[in-house]
Each structure stands twice: as structure tokens, then as C-alpha cells.
């Protein structure tokens, strides 16, 4: 069964610290998606990424960036320079392509960012 | 693209009555999933369909709860009767055929039963 761990309730950084999230995930399957949603206080959720299991490319956007390491079965979320506007509930979610469609979230990481 | 329509986005009920949450998921999108967000049970998944048709309902909580897809570009989650504890955010998300496309979520609907 697919399983995603997000250890970290909540975070609190002052503004302009780096910061990471993490997330360790479960799968059998050998194809799987793995995403980081975002959850401001507004209440929607945000996409911010999509990776699958083949690409063990780091990956940049900005300020974001994404490590995936299959051998721990991780994909951590740094936020670089935090701001104010980062803070929300970060979502790190799972899909495996063959075994079931569901998208399997974690239970979310509480992100501060103090000015 | 106007992306998942959920409607209404706030609804608040006493409790014994009848509730309907609507969901129009992106045209194309062959996957349609519910979800409930509580604070004791996070983002957990209610019910999907693929082409209109359920494929997993195992996270309906009981009978009183039901899903219903008759076309391709609508979707209702049915609560009744309600009860307090149903109160939470519900979101409809879509997604296309192959897992890599993603999903996309609606505003989600903030039912409040009293």
C-alpha cells in the first residue's frame, strides 16, 4: 500500500532563512508520481510540482527546489530566502500509475515564515 | 481552461438534511476523485471514478454518503442525512488518463453541519 510521511508538523523560520521540507514515501510499484501541493491560508491547493519515478533530477523553480533520492525514497522541498507569502501547509503527495490512481497525501507540514 | 468548478463553496446545514456538493472536473480528463479534508484525518480520499464510472469507494465513510457521475462533466458527493461530524472541506480534483498528468483541484466546498 502506498504510504507518505511528512515528520515535520510544523516549521517556523524568520524571513530570508532556507528552509526544507521533508517527505519519505511507500510504493510496490515501479512507476509512481510523486508532488508537493501547497495549501495557503485561503484554503486551496496549489500545485507545485509533479516528478516520476524515473527522473532523479533535482529540480529548480525560483526559489523552490526538489531533491528526490530514490535509495531513501525522499523528496525534500527547500524554499531558498523564505518570505511571508510561503507560509502555508505543504502537502507532499503520492500516484502509483498501475496499482491505484489515488493521489496519497501526507499529512502536511505547518510552514511559518516570520518577518 | 476554467479548471475544476465546485460549487457551492460555502454550505451550512443542521443537521438531519439532505446536502449536494457539485463538481465539473477540465474537459478531457478521464479521472474524477473526492476527497474530505478534516483537521484529525488530514486530505483522505473518498471516492473516484474513471470515465464515469466508480472505480474505489472504499473511503465513503458510511451509507449515508453517496457519489454519482452520470456524464463526463459532472459529479455529485450526497450527504444524507447529514451530521455535525461531516462538517470539513470537501475538494473534487480531476486528472487525465495517465498518472503523470496530474491533478488538479477545485476550490473545495466548506460544509459546516449545526
Known amino acids: 500500500a502506498q504510504k507518505v510521511t511528512q515528520v515535520q508538523t510544523e516549521i517556523s523560520v524568520v524571513e530570508k532563512e532556507d528552509v526544507t521540507l521533508d517527505c519519505v514515501y511507500e510504493?510496490?510499484?515501479?512507476?509512481?508520481?510523486l508532488f508537493w501541493y501547497k495549501q495557503p491560508p485561503s484554503g486551496e491547493l496549489v500545485f507545485l510540482i509533479r516528478?516520476?519515478?524515473?527522473?532523479?533530477q533535482n529540480e529548480i523553480s525560483g526559489r523552490y527546489s526538489w531533491n528526490f533520492q530514490k535509495s531513501t525514497s525522499s523528496f525534500n522541498f527547500t524554499i531558498t530566502a523564505s518570505q511571508v507569502v510561503d507560509s502555508a501547509v505543504y502537502f507532499c503527495?503520492?500516484?502509483?500509475?498501475?496499482?491505484?490512481?489515488?493521489?496519497?497525501f501526507g499529512s502536511g507540514t505547518q510552514l511559518t515564515v516570520l518577518p | 481552461d476554467a479548471g475544476v468548478i465546485q460549487s457551492p463553496r460555502h454550505e451550512v446545514t443542521e443537521m438531519g438534511q439532505e446536502v449536494t456538493l457539485r463538481c465539473k472536473p477540465i474537459?478531457?480528463?478521464?479521472?474524477l476523485f473526492w476527497y474530505r479534508q478534516t483537521m484529525m484525518r488530514g486530505l483522505e480520499l473518498l471516492i473516484y471514478?474513471?470515465?464515469?464510472?466508480?472505480?474505489?469507494d472504499s473511503g465513503m465513510p458510511e451509507d449515508r454518503f453517496s457519489a454519482k457521475m452520470p456524464n463526463a462533466s459532472f459529479s455529485t458527493l450526497k450527504i444524507q442525512p447529514s451530521e455535525p461530524r461531516d462538517s470539513a472541506v470537501y475538494f473534487c480534483?480531476?486528472?487525465?488518463?495517465?498518472?503523470?498528468?496530474?491533478?488538479?483541484f477545485g476550490s473545495g466546498t466548506r460544509l459546516t453541519v449545526v
Open positions: 474537459s478531457g480528463h478521464d479521472y
Open positions: 471514478f474513471n470515465n464515469n464510472v466508480p472505480i474505489d
Open positions: 510504493t510496490r510499484d515501479t512507476t509512481y508520481y
Open positions: 503527495a503520492l500516484s502509483e500509475e498501475r496499482s491505484s490512481r489515488q493521489l496519497t
Open positions: 480534483a480531476s486528472s487525465p488518463t495517465t498518472g503523470g498528468g496530474g491533478y488538479t
Open positions: 516528478r516520476n519515478s524515473f527522473d532523479e
